[in-house]
């Protein structure tokens, strides 16, 4: 019978007790030890099974080596001896650094019989000398204790039809652990169908949280398993709870370790539900508009000393045919009686729809997809919003103002246009503005005569002719051109504006000029009339 401890680094098989000499590689002489084993079970929060921890305390004696010569004549030989075995358990599987702290534990019985007791990734977690008995006084012997823990248990049970050894978990952990959460955001809306004039609905954010410790896995002595680094068994878990944008819109039929057999009732993440909503939150799926994820992206961390990995990822639920965000702002100026400007100001904001494994972004063209889809419905916002302002006129459908700007980067387009209820009679006008000068319309302007009289002190002499000045008027148009207006000259249709200005009486025309700016669209027409 004995208790040996192979290291997974030195491969050198160390006995615990149970020999009379030394052995080769060290541990202490003495008796067989005795042993406990505890069993702890790993689970979960919600008591699903991880897997087990094993603790195990070796408890022995060590004696005198019977080869070696001493003389208890000698003050001090014998005690020299006894703590000579008291180094050899302090320095017990130090002969190689770094130790890697994992081993083969075994203990078998006298014989060779089978039924050994195996943990194949056995631990040293500590090593204790005890305070020495009155008895040993110190120089007869000494106690020791060996503490292990151990995760896989690799022993096999010949007893009956109990044969082992028992069952692996696929990951080897310590803790694991997956929790969800849903946030409505402030501030980030949309307009259903892309329509201004619709209603507005709220975006939420939703975070996948996981997290797991891992623990070294050994297919062997001295052999490391696959992907079986602490840090990697973890990540080898995370990995299989991982969603997508599709996946987060099914439900999820297992627990954590992957069983479904003790999970009926399914989890649907963008619900936060199973298949039947309790009205907690919005039923994404059913809901019009149906939600989609987007902007999915994970941040990852790992620490390597401590075998953990965690990924959290998160998501913008929004509609899924809906690729961006909308913000809307529309204002009323009123031009002291001239005319009313509405303006309308928008920002788009698109979603990505690419995976957090893509290197590329998609959310300038979702933005451009949803600016293009709404862009010519802002009129009926600006005639709605004109209408609640109080003004009892209407506008035109003509853009006063238009400006649209892009950033790639951030994945965002602005936009701005502005309408007027301004009365405007020229065609593919801009705007419009007419100016009438009338100069002696009554004919109270008399014509005189001044007469200088030399040495007549307070000035001319003034004397009436009894008759006017000529009576006339001068109509000035000033217009600018719509750009697709602006190839010609709009002469034929502002003298017909102008000329509804002349007077009715018998009138002859003495001026018509004209300035025009096909650049710019600006125009000027001015024409002069003189009547009795």
Partial sequence: MAITYKPHKSKQTLLIG??????SGGGPIGPFPRYS????????????????????????????????????????????RVQGEALTVMQFDRSEFPTQGNGVLEIAPYGGFGNIINFNDARLTGVSLPEQTEESAGIQSVEYTFSFEAYVDKSANTNGTNTGPAVEAEYKLSSAEESWDISVND??????????????????????????????????????????EAWRQAQKWVQTRLETSETIKTAINTDLMDDSEFWITQFIPINMDGNTNLAIIPDFNT????YKGYNHVRQVNSDLGAGTYGVTETWLISAQDITATHSIETTVDDQKGAFITVSVSSTFQGLDGAGPTDTTVDKYANASTSYSAMKDKF??????????????????????????????????ITYSVSYNDAEIDLPNALSEDVTVNYDNAEGHNQIIAKIPIIGKSDGPVIQKMNTTTIKSVTATLDAVMKREARSSRPTSAATAILNSYRPTSTSYQQSKTESWNP??????????????
Avoid: C
């Avoid at 149970?18 to 052995?23: I, L, P, R």
């Avoid at 919600?46 to 004696?61: A, L, R």
């Avoid at 650049?519 to 009795?532: D, F, H, M, P």
């Fill in 37 to 80: 084993i505890s069993r702890e079970e790993l689970s979960t929060g919600d008591g699903t099974y991880i897997g087990t921890k094993y603790n195990i305390e070796i408890t022995g004696t060590a004696t005198l080596n019977q080869d070696e010569d001493q003389d208890i004549t000698v003050k001090g030989n014998r005690q020299m």
């Fill in 18 to 23: 149970g020999q009379s000499t030394t052995a």
């Fill in 287 to 290: 809901s019009s508009p149906a």
């Fill in 379 to 412: 009129f009926a916002l600006a005639q709605s919003v004109y209408s609640e302002s109080g003004a009892s006129g209407s506008l035109r459908n003509t853009k006063i103002t238009e400006s649209f700007g892009q950033n790639k980067v951030a994945g965002t």
């Fill in 519 to 532: 650049k710019t669209g600006s125009y000027n027409l001015q024409i002069s009339w003189e009547y009795i």
């Fill in 187 to 228: 501030g980030e809306l949309f307009f259903k169908d892309n329509d201004p004039n619709s209603s507005l609905h709220k975006t939420y954010t939703l975070t996948h949280t996981l997290s797991a410790t891992g623990l070294k896995k050994y297919s062997g002595l001295g052999t490391l398993a696959p992907n079986g």
